[in-house]
């Protein structure tokens, strides 16, 4: 089943169909460090397996 990644909005391709969906989102946070915290959510569209990737909200202080 193809994989697709959704952050923000928008989709990206699945880097290694062999790479936990975990390590997946560590890699993307190369690129967008809000990313290292994020909530990962799932969802099936047809036959695609769908990840989510949403930032968590806290409170500073």
Same mark, same amino acid.
């Given at each position: &089943? *193809?994989? +697709?990644? +959704?952050? @923000?909005?928008?989709?990206?391709?699945? *880097? @290694? *169909?062999? &790479?936990? +969906?975990? $390590?997946?989102?560590?890699? &993307?946070? /190369?690129? &967008?460090?809000?990313?290292?915290?994020?909530?990962?959510? /799932? @969802? $099936?569209?047809?036959?695609?397996?769908?990840?989510?990737?949403? $930032?968590?909200?806290?409170? $500073?202080?």
């Amino acid at each position: &089943m *193809p994989r +697709v990644f +959704v952050y @923000d909005g928008r989709e990206y391709p699945d *880097p @290694d *169909p062999n &790479m936990p +969906v975990e $390590k997946v989102r560590q890699t &993307m946070a /190369t690129l &967008m460090p809000e990313l290292a915290n994020a909530e990962t959510k /799932t @969802d $099936k569209r047809g036959n695609d397996d769908v990840f989510i990737f949403e $930032k968590r909200v806290g409170t $500073k202080g």
